[in-house]
Every structure is written in structure tokens, then in C-alpha cells.
């Protein structure tokens, strides 16, 4: 009796034993099914995928910088097992290194075009930026034109008394030809056959642009909407001051969809990855703590 009940106990533990693993890979399971497809905007995404992991390598865009290294914060904070390195360097840049295969993710405040037609890029549109035209704050005009705007860029206006200002000179503080901020600058701004000014500065970042126009008098600028801070001017732009509002209803044009480039099929960490910044979670909250537009909102 005593040996038939030690192996009635034996298979009783063993039974038990079965069914936590078998419970156990259940929740694993679960766990891994959690996500929704990038480009679903809105969709709500189960974001602690634990089973995850994996390397994230992204650059790119210094306007987007700042909403990706939040994303990689709180990503990493969910998915311990996922590393994710984020850094700028401008759209141009972080579409030839995404191209390369050099990194993860190329982050583009313009579309690839052309040139990269051929490289298997696949477009991830995350966010709107609204950029504004910004200027030292002794400078005491308070809207330009699109005409105005795009003289003085191309450096046909080059004193602030002839759009209305005092009598003082203008200088231009701009990006280098490989930003992305410079070339939609370009395209809602200049005409179609100009180019920036020849003397006008050009910054390696955003932060370096705004930083510029703060410091330098009679300094204009261009920058996103996450970088302005009270120590500079913000511009209105053919009558139309930055809102998020007005850019809903049409009336500010100064904005851009925000590109985040793979190579092909994302990897399941990155593709992870791309489907937290497109969740509610982070659509809803942070991306407009950061002065960004949620991109649901832009696509309804």
C-alpha cells in the first residue's frame, strides 16, 4: 500500500507539473501575438511583448529625433530584451545608411523619391511635424508672406525695414543640403526656380538652427515645432499663426508627414517597434507632448 501510494504521488506531481508548462507556453504564445500592422492608425497594440528582442538602429531626421528617443525609451522599458540606438544626422542621411543596410530604420521628413526607387525602401508614416519660421526676438515683425518669406530666403530681401521691420539686416540660419527640414522648406516657401541664399548659415541639427536664431540679430530660421522655446519668435505665415488647429483645417501649410524607412519586411522587433509609436498609447499622449500631430488625426 505504501509503494502504490508514492507512485500515485509521483504521477500526481507529475501531472501538475505538465499542465504549469503548458500554461506557461500559453501566455508566451499570447504574449507574442500582441501587435497590430504599422499604418493602422488608431488600432490599440499590446506594447509588452516581452518575448521580443533583438537590436534597433535608427538615423536620420533631427526633427523626428526627439519623438523616436522617446519612443525607444518607453519601448525599452516594455521589451528588455530589445537595444535601440537613435541618431540624427539628417533625412538624407538616414535614407542612404537605411539604404545601405547600415541601419534599422531611416528617419525621412521627406518622401525617398526617386533616387531610392529601386532600393526595396518600405514607408512607415508615424507622425505630422508642422515646422515654423522663427527669428531672434529684437527682430519685431510678427508674419511674413509666402512671397516675403521666399525672398528673404533666396536673399532677395535683405533688410527687415522692407517687409515692415526696423532698419536692420537680415541673416539667414538654415540647415545643410542633405536635411530633410531644408528641402520642404524649399518646396512650400521658395518659388520654384530659386535656391537659399549663398551667405545663409547652415546648422547640422535643428536644436543648432534654433540655438543660431536665439543668439544671432536680425537672425531668421526654420525649425520644427517640438524645438521652439520662448526665446525666440514664431513667425505667422500668410496671415495664419502655428496651431494645431489650423493645420487641421487647411489654413497653416508649413507641415510634413514624418517617414520612418526599413529595408523591405521589418524584423519582428522592429516591426514591433513601429507598432508602438503608431498605438494609441503613444499617439494620444506623447506624440502631442512633443508638439507633434498624430497622424490619425491628419488621415480621417
Known sequence: MLNVSKKAVAMGMAATLAAGLMVGC???????????????????????????????????????LPLVKQAATEFQDKNKNVTIDVSGGGSGTGLKQVAEGSVTIGMSDVESGKDYADKGLVDHQVVVAPFVLVTNKDVNVTNLTKDQAGKIFTGEITNWKDVGGKDEKITIVGRPESSGSRKLVKQLVLPADKDFAKDAIA???????????????????????????????????????YSEDNIYNGTYKLFAFEHMYTKGTPDKATQAFLDYIMSDEFQSKDVKDLKFIPVNKMKK
Open 203 to 241: 546648422q547640422d541639427s535643428t536644436g543648432a538652427v534654433r540655438q543660431t536664431v536665439q543668439q544671432t540679430a536680425g537672425a531668421i530660421g526654420y525649425i520644427d515645432a517640438p524645438y521652439i522655446t520662448p526665446d525666440i519668435s514664431v513667425l505667422s505665415f500668410d496671415g495664419v499663426a
Open 26 to 64: 500559453g501566455s508566451s504564445d499570447s504574449s507574442a501575438q500582441g501587435g497590430s500592422k504599422t499604418g493602422d492608425a488608431g488600432k490599440t497594440t499590446d506594447t509588452a511583448q516581452t518575448d521580443i528582442s533583438g537590436k534597433i538602429t535608427a538615423s536620420g531626421s533631427t526633427a523626428l
